[in-house]
């Protein structure tokens, strides 16, 4: 009993310890994370009951708690990154529209990011308060293309210089090097599928080793086996990164 409620109280704190710590990874929002922290105590009792008589389940659970943050932003960071390529050039080209009607860089920026057609990307609808701010908001959170995008409708806003003329020239590079990317893709798709497959097919077995027997997580073979997963997907990484095209 005792030991029961002494890891219910370390798996709340633990608990509350990967909300705010996905919170601040950007993983979950202000309105996710009150919903999340209303579950934290219900699933640690019941975890704490499930590994009262395992401290190595115990300490298993609180390895995935821990490592499962990083994980989450590297998935949603991808995510963003896949919206984002998607939706810019669309966002750019409805950019230079409303300024050949006559309309200002700022206002037309503005009327765009609070359009739903671009709503799934934040990183673009963001780019409008960033804007008017003028540097005083921080824009660390942005991918760094979006960063990139803020800082040359920076200099075309503090300029107002033939700004739709320097904004199409803007579309053309992107246009470019979003194809060259394109072709890079192509090229490493093969490489990143097969490091994708190995990579879920080794987690699914270590979860499943440390639910089954968590005393085998600490033997000298899942040890070596992990050395070997890290050194593969490694490879895989460089292998990749060789035949990537120059932009």
């Known amino acids: 009993m005792a030991s029961w409620i002494l890891l219910s109280i370390l798996g709340i704190i633990f608990g509350h310890h990967f909300c705010n710590h996905a919170h601040l990874l950007r993983v979950i929002s202000e309105q996710t994370l009150a919903r999340v922290r209303f579950f934290v105590v219900p699933i640690a009792i019941c975890l704490a009951f499930w590994s009262r008589e395992n401290l190595l389940r115990a300490c298993f659970v609180v390895f995935l708690l821990n490592f499962a943050p990083p994980f989450l932003m590297w998935m949603n960071h991808i995510n963003r990154r896949k919206r984002f390529t998607s939706l810019r050039l669309p966002f750019i080209d409805e950019l230079l529209l409303k300024m050949r009607s006559g309309k200002s860089l700022r206002e037309s920026l503005r009327e765009l990011c609070a359009q739903k057609n671009f709503e799934r990307s934040r990183d673009l609808t963001e780019l409008a308060p960033l804007l008017t701010m003028q540097g005083q908001k921080n824009d660390d959170h942005l991918l ?46 093969q490489v990143k599928a097969q490091a994708i497959v190995c990579s879920l097919l080794y987690l699914a077995m270590l979860v499943w080793t440390g639910f089954r027997s968590p005393s085998e997580l600490a033997s000298g073979v899942v040890l070596v086996s992990f050395g070997l997963f890290c050194a593969g997907i490694l490879a895989m990484v460089a292998i990749g990164r060789s035949f990537k095209w120059k932009t």
Do not use: C, G
Not at 151 to 166: G, H, I, M, N, P
């Open 144 to 189: 760094p293309e979006a960063r990139e995008m803020l800082q040359e409708l920076l200099k075309w806003d503090r300029t107002q210089v033939k700004t739709a003329e320097k904004l199409k020239a803007y579309r053309f590079q992107v246009r470019q090097s979003e194809r060259f990317r394109q072709k890079s893709r192509q090229v490493t798709e």
